[in-house]
């Protein structure tokens, strides 16, 4: 069956634009989690949604923003890009309750 | 608040050597834990996943372990090969089934020398 799908895999933006990434679970998973991956921070929970609603939120500012689609897709907004923000946002997905997460391959933002 | 460390940061072993990735966190009111590995660039590959009431799984070469009193982790790879070599990483997951939330370690950079 088909895996976590992230798209794009890579993308470049200047400072001060907004970038939108896709994620696509797999089929039957309602749970979708995004993390942001960077070399000196490590991987950092943003937030999840589950249902539609967002669940759970990490310390991020209110420019990271998220929402999901009633077939579970979701999809991630950053706004005001800044150069901190270049990273690996990597998208997981899960079944409820006691099993483990499935990530995809992630894309590569990077802001110049 | 739960932290998660994992040691040590890298390890270069020649190849066919057994070795142990540690994995400590300070919250013993986990749900479960999960081993990943991650490829330069790629996303995370999950590797073997334990239950709070678990001690140990098994898949192949590897075996992970819990202690949950102790707050400790261990991820054992039998018979290192040179396609091991990536980072390894560890993630808990807090006491409650409704969440999405992992709090992950740092990694462990695995070389593994042919």
């Known amino acids: 069956k088909a895996g976590v799908t992230q798209t794009p895999r890579y993308l470049i933006k200047t400072r001060g634009q907004q970038v939108t990434l896709s994620c696509s679970p797999i089929?039957?998973?309602?749970?979708v989690s995004w993390y942001q991956q960077t070399p000196g921070q490590g991987l950092q929970f943003l937030f999840e949604?589950?249902?539609?609603?967002?669940?759970n939120k990490g310390n991020f500012p209110g420019r990271f923003s998220g929402r999901q689609f009633s077939n579970s897709r979701s999809e991630m907004n950053v706004s005001t890009l800044e150069l901190g923000d270049s990273a690996l946002y990597l998208c997981a997905s899960s079944l409820e309750g006691s099993y483990g997460y499935t990530f995809g391959s992630g894309t590569r933002l990077t802001v110049v | 608040k739960q932290e998660v460390t994992q040691i040590p940061a890298a390890l270069s072993v020649p190849e066919g050597e057994n070795l142990v990735l540690n994995c400590s966190f300070t919250d013993s009111a986990i749900y479960n834990l999960q081993w990943f590995r991650q490829d330069p660039g790629k996303g995370l590959t999950s590797l073997l996943l334990?239950?709070?009431?678990?001690r140990e799984q098994t898949s192949g070469r590897l075996n992970a372990s819990l202690d949950k009193s102790s707050g400790r982790s261990t991820l054992y790879i039998a018979a290192s090969q040179p396609g091991d070599s990536a980072t390894y990483l560890c993630?808990?997951?807090?006491?409650?089934?409704?969440?999405?939330?992992?709090?992950f370690g740092q990694g462990t950079t695995l070389q593994v020398k042919p």
């Open positions: 993630a808990v997951k807090g006491d409650s089934s409704n969440t999405g939330k992992l709090i």
């Open positions: 089929s039957g998973h309602r749970s």
């Open positions: 949604y589950f249902s539609e609603t967002q669940r």
């Open positions: 334990i239950q709070s009431s678990q």
